[in-house]
């Protein structure tokens, strides 16, 4: 998929689709059991969720590097550990009160700190550096909430995971199953809380300009839609 749109200051977003992958095109898993609902790729060429573009630019020696010591004996052990890494080894820049304004992902790797999106961007940087499917997948809450989802062929299922980081009550645990998808924040249905159901490969236009005005050392997410 190849965003042309955008007014990003890192440019367009162009897919990297030299990877090319064995697993096959993408079937939407409209199967799920997960109590957060079902997840629909935005296309279903695999290709584009193992992509390097100018956010998730997994092509970054840094991010290849740490991608490389994250790899574990199998699919399942690489991505427990890249997702274990982003949640408990990079800030939320709300819980730390230092705000670097860092979206792309080897920026965030390089700060060590960032908002939901930032780490949903480091994280599916990590797991596409590993040859693992991944896109990004929203929630809308006060504020549009980022977080991921892993592709697995051997079920031909999408799990979210969500790395926003475990402190100020957010519990967001490791799945391969969708029955077992565990979010850092739970859905207020009073609120209108809830989680969409499109996984992305890359970020909503209108989400991208949001980041690319947040600013360092500035608090808050006045910048970020509301909802998709």
Known sequence: MTDTTTGSPLGPLTPDTTTGSPLGPLTPDTTT???????????????????ADAVIDHRHPEIAALAARLRGADAEATARAAFAYVRDEIDHSADIGVWSAAYRASDVLA??????????HLLAALLRANGIPA???Y???????????VYWPETGQWVRLDARGNRNGADGRFATVPEE??????????????????VYAAPPADLLAGLARAREDVAGFDYLPAEL
């Open 33 to 51: 059991g997960s109590p957060l609902g079902p997840l629909t790729p935005d296309t279903a060429d695999l290709d584009a969720y193992l992509a």
């Open 181 to 198: 998808e565990r979010t850092a924040w739970a859905d207020d249905p009073a609120q209108g809380d809830h989680h969409y159901t499109t």
């Open 135 to 137: 896109g990004l997948c």
């Open 139 to 149: 929630q809308k809450l006060e504020v549009l909430h980022g977080l991921n989802a």
């Open 111 to 120: 700060r060590g700190n960032g908002i939901c999106h930032a780490k949903s």
